[in-house]
């Protein structure tokens, strides 16, 4: 484990949940985008974590049986950005809308304005916390650094 692990696995899940929140703008601006580029109506996005595989010298170590830094991760990434297929679209009645069917429902996104909102705090107090995180093995970094003076 190098000095700047802690630093790597921080900014790794800064990016993360810098694109979680960007991907939670795009479900918010589409929320009544009754039609998309493949003439279908906008699905809600989801993002996908999962955990970065460790370099050669982590499996190396483990294949050894070392157990220095032990249970210490390597950071997050995104794996893929998915639509929500399983949440069906809302159907509503507006005969007088241009995307109205023969029964005259429109069919907007599977949207939930308040479930984005729960999801954009939660990806905002999370950056907070990598912030923090981050800031905080940068000033042990430069307290360790004023020992030799």
Do not use: C, W
């Not at 810098?18 to 003439?39: E, H, P, Q, Y």
């Not at 297929?85 to 429109?106: C, I, S, T, W």
């Amino acid at each position: 484990m190098t000095m700047f692990h802690s630093m790597n696995t921080t900014a790794s899940a800064l990016t993360a949940q810098r694109l979680r929140m960007d991907v939670i703008s795009s479900n918010m601006a589409n929320v009544d985008s009754t039609r998309g580029i493949n003439g279908e109506p906008y699905r809600r996005k989801m993002v996908v974590l999962e955990p970065k595989e460790g370099n050669f010298s982590s499996f190396l170590n483990k294949a050894m049986g070392k157990t220095d830094g032990a249970g210490a991760g390597n950071g997050v990434k995104v794996s893929r950005i998915v639509e929500d297929r399983e949440n069906p679209l809302k159907m509503v009645f507006d005969p007088e809308h241009p995307d109205a069917n023969q029964e005259g429902y429109v069919a907007y996104p599977n949207v939930d304005p308040l479930r984005e909102m729960v999801d954009l705090i939660s990806a905002t107090r999370s950056y907070e916390a990598n912030v923090t995180v981050f800031n905080a093995s940068k000033g042990m970094m430069m307290k360790a650094l004023e020992i030799g003076k």
